[in-house]
């Protein structure tokens, strides 16, 4: 069965580095999502995209996130410098279409470690 | 402005009983969708069922069954014959027909026991 999968599972930075965390999403979804949460708390929001542009963002989402589909497979978050409160695990999404009922599918989750 | 409510932090049901986790949702939109998720220990988010705003008839999927009701804004996920695998951490989550982002509540833990 298709599945998203995302690299690295666990990701380790110093604060004020650069990570990209990776996503594969399922192959003829046209719709991708990250959500983030933090530990212990809900699942939160942070940007679709579609059709190589987002489409919608929360206000979690600011200038030190983007996003990129650099190739037909792959779909990233990027964070410019991070800081101790991007800790979270971050979960990638996919759905076939935008509908109401679009079941996002989501990704194992990639945990990010920021000291 | 979407919002989920789960007020059941955590539940313990016994193996092969019926459990029934509590949502309510608040929005202005006509159309929409609810949802609920799975997230076992190892952190993955498992989609559980799904029902719409225009359904007639309550969703159901295997042992998993969606009692929706709309005048009272409620969308409670009821688990029968409960087992093992079953304790996990339970989501609901609202999407508008007008976005594409899922909203999600705090979530319950479900713990089943022997």
């Known amino acids: 069965e298709p599945e998203v999968t995302q690299t690295p599972s666990h990701q380790v930075t110093q604060m004020g580095q650069e990570v990209i965390l990776r996503c594969v999403p399922i192959?003829?979804?046209?719709?991708f999502y990250w959500y983030r949460q933090i530990l212990g708390q809900k699942v939160e929001f942070l940007v679709s995209f579609y059709n190589n542009e987002i489409s919608e963002k929360s206000e979690i989402f600011d200038d030190q996130f983007s996003v990129e589909r650099p190739d037909g497979s792959n779909f990233t978050l990027k964070i410019r410098s991070t800081k101790l409160e991007d800790s979270a695990m971050y979960f990638c999404?996919?759905?076939?279409?935008?509908?109401?009922?679009?079941?996002?599918?989501f990704g194992p989750g990639t945990r990010l470690t920021v000291l | 402005a979407q919002k989920i409510t789960q007020t059941q932090p955590g539940m313990f049901v016994q193996e092969k009983e019926a459990v029934t986790l509590d949502c309510t949702y608040d929005t202005s939109d006509q159309s929409y969708g609810l949802f609920w998720y799975k997230q076992p220990s190892s952190g993955e988010m498992i989609f559980l069922i799904y029902q719409g705003s225009y359904d007639e008839q309550n969703a159901t999927e295997g042992r998993y069954s969606l009692n929706f009701q709309k005048a009272r804004k409620s969308a409670n996920l009821v688990i029968s014959a409960s087992q093992l695998g079953d304790s996990a951490m339970y989501f609901c989550?609202?999407?508008?027909?007008?976005?594409?982002?899922?909203?999600f509540g705090t979530g319950t833990r479900l713990q089943v026991t022997l």
């Open positions: 989550a609202m999407k508008p027909g007008t976005a594409s982002k899922l909203t």
């Open positions: 999404a996919s759905s076939e279409w935008r509908g109401t009922r679009n079941e996002q599918f």
């Open positions: 192959s003829n979804h046209l719709y």
